[in-house]
């Protein structure tokens, strides 16, 4: 269950990211659009920057949709499926999902940075003891 909620919550994350490089692909389309209209860039660029815009278009929505099914993976591992729910009994079951999964990363962070292994936390400790 907990990789389940990881993944549901980097994918949540890349949403964002595929929504930002598809409105930059856009603008750069205008841009070249406009470039082209004047005279200024080859047809190949204005292809280029079509091909570049329904790319980063078509990866948004493939960010969505691995979001959901991710999503639909750890309310299956649950055993709880929100779509029966009220929209806030949602909104709060997510925000509860996304406040675990940060307390988890926050916590194993911790840890790696000791230096990773339990064998190395094991002679840490080993030699706490023996200075005391």
């Known amino acids: 269950m907990r990789n389940s909620v990881f993944l549901a919550a980097s994918s949540r994350l890349a949403i964002d990211l595929a929504r930002q490089s598809s409105e930059a692909a ?3 389309l205008e841009i070249v659009s406009d470039n082209y209209t004047l005279g200024l860039v080859s047809l190949v660029d204005l292809l280029d920057a079509q091909t570049n815009a329904l790319n980063a278009e078509l990866a948004a929505a493939d ?10 993976r750890v309310e299956r591992a649950v055993g709880r ?8 009994e949602r909104g709060a079951w997510i925000t ?12 194993d962070i911790r840890f790696t940075l000791y230096g990773g292994g339990t064998s190395e936390i094991l002679k840490l400790l080993i030699a706490r003891e023996m200075t005391t």
């Open 96 to 107: 509860e999902l996304e406040e675990f999964a940060a307390q988890r990363y926050l916590r």
């Open 63 to 72: 960010a969505v949709n691995n979001y959901l099914v991710d999503l639909m």
């Open 26 to 28: 856009a603008k750069n």
């Open 81 to 88: 499926f929100t779509f029966f729910v009220s929209e806030e």
